[in-house]
């Protein structure tokens, strides 16, 4: 693949994937370095992604398990700076909310995400994730609430 090709399908994914990082590490700098990583393996297997769609999936599901691979480094301190990732490519009216998305615990962070954010299904969402729909069903249902209180909490 040329030079250009490949800039042009980075610049076609790049939001996607670098949105998915930041939720998922809540760290600019572990976003950018699973992003890259991301990169570097699509470009080893677009030979056997068959269109959008399935490159799409492929890049969810690879830049989710990137960021589990990270957080999985033995060597790796859990304690992550959420404040780094804090408002990075979100309008202004939105910050306020996805500063509380930011908050939520990293399961349902990601859940949330990817349903809301990026409009995946429950199903979809379930298969991205390797798990059960209700599995999904519940985590979003948690994060909906603690929304809820968090954002209440804001207002008064």
């Known amino acids: 693949m040329s ?8 610049e076609k994914w790049a939001e996607l994937v670098w949105r998915l990082a930041l939720v998922r590490t809540a760290d600019r700098h572990d976003a950018e370095d699973v992003f890259q990583e991301v990169f570097l393996r699509y470009f080893r297997h677009e030979g056997e992604l068959t269109d959008d769609g399935h490159r ?16 999985a480094s033995p060597w790796r301190k ?3 700076p959420l404040e780094t990732a ?7 009216e939105y910050r306020e ?3 509380a998305v ?3 615990p990293e399961k349902l962070r990601v859940t949330a995400h990817l349903h809301y ?5 429950v199903k979809e969402t379930a298969q ?26 804001e207002e008064a």
């Open 3 to 10: 030079g250009d090709r490949r800039r042009d399908e980075v």
């Open 86 to 92: 804090e408002g990075v490519g979100v309008r202004d």
């Open 78 to 80: 859990r304690a992550l």
């Open 56 to 71: 799409r999936a492929w890049l969810i599901r690879c830049t989710v398990n990137r960021a589990k691979s990270l957080h």
């Open 97 to 99: 909310a996805y500063a």
């Open 102 to 104: 930011l908050a939520l």
């Open 128 to 153: 991205l994730l390797g798990c059960p729909e209700g599995t999904v069903k519940s985590r979003l249902s948690r994060a909906r609430e603690l929304l809820r209180l968090e954002l209440s909490e």
């Open 117 to 121: 954010c990026e409009g995946y299904s």
